[in-house]
């Protein structure tokens, strides 16, 4: 899983409810974030945290929030605000010491 | 505004018919480009940095090339399983740890 956990793989809510989706990481890396991907769209970054108890909003993060109260977990919650909620959520870890990030699977949310 | 844009959004190639793909950005301060591979609902997986211009990487079939204002992605005769999307992003200075990603190319060899 490349030291990046996302679940569930599927998930499906109902209009009106907040759903949190899950992502972890066990190589103690600094830097977590969440995307959002739409088909034929590029991923656009919801939130992001660089250290343990804070995060900063991404370029599209109304209607979601996120918390860092441990290091190797950075759950998303997207709530009932997002009016479009129906996408592919990818998290990713990234080590301070490097630039690269590294994504978990996936998580695909469908708003039924 | 930092921005990246990839071109062509989709390409089809005869197996070992060789091309390119390309990232053009502009962002302030680069401090490196990446380019990821992607599978139909899977996340994306890693294929190189690149930091200065004038840096290639190479990874069987795939090179990376980096100028001051755009990276090439070269797949020298193409297998069907190289077909994937191909996804570019940028890291900005300033903006530590903070990416900035394409649309990709959705890349389909044919046997």
């Known amino acids: 899983d490349g030291g990046i956990t996302q679940s569930p793989k599927y998930l499906f809510r109902k209009e009106g409810q907040n759903v949190t989706l899950s992502c972890e990481q066990n190589?103690?890396?600094?830097?977590m974030y969440w995307y959002r991907q739409d088909p034929g769209q590029g991923l656009r970054l919801i939130y992001y945290?660089?250290?343990?108890?804070?995060?900063q909003k991404g370029d599209i993060a109304e209607g979601y929030s996120v918390s860092r109260e441990k290091k190797e977990s950075f759950p998303l919650t997207v709530t009932s605000a997002q009016k479009n909620p129906t996408a592919f959520y990818l998290c990713?870890?990234?080590?301070?010491?490097?630039?690269?990030?590294?994504f978990g699977q996936g998580t695909r949310l469908t708003v039924v | 505004e930092d921005q990246v844009t990839q071109s062509p959004e989709a390409l089809r190639l005869q197996e070992g018919e060789s091309s390119s793909l390309n990232c053009s950005y502009t962002?302030?301060?680069?401090?490196?480009l990446f380019w990821y591979r992607q599978d139909p609902g899977k996340g994306p997986e890693f294929l190189f940095t690149?930091?200065?211009a004038g840096e290639e990487k190479e990874k069987e079939r795939l090179k990376a090339t980096l100028t001051k204002k755009e990276s090439f992605l070269h797949i020298t005769a193409p297998k069907p399983e190289d077909s994937a999307t191909y996804l570019c992003?940028?890291?900005?200075?300033?903006?530590?740890?903070?990416?900035?990603f394409g649309s990709g190319t959705k890349l389909n060899v044919k046997p």
């Open positions: 690149l930091y200065s």
């Open positions: 990713a870890r990234s080590p301070r010491e490097a630039l690269r990030a590294f």
């Open positions: 945290s660089q250290i343990v108890n804070d995060f």
């Open positions: 992003a940028v890291q900005a200075g300033g903006n530590f740890n903070k990416f900035y």
């Open positions: 190589l103690n890396h600094d830097a």
């Open positions: 962002v302030s301060g680069l401090r490196g």
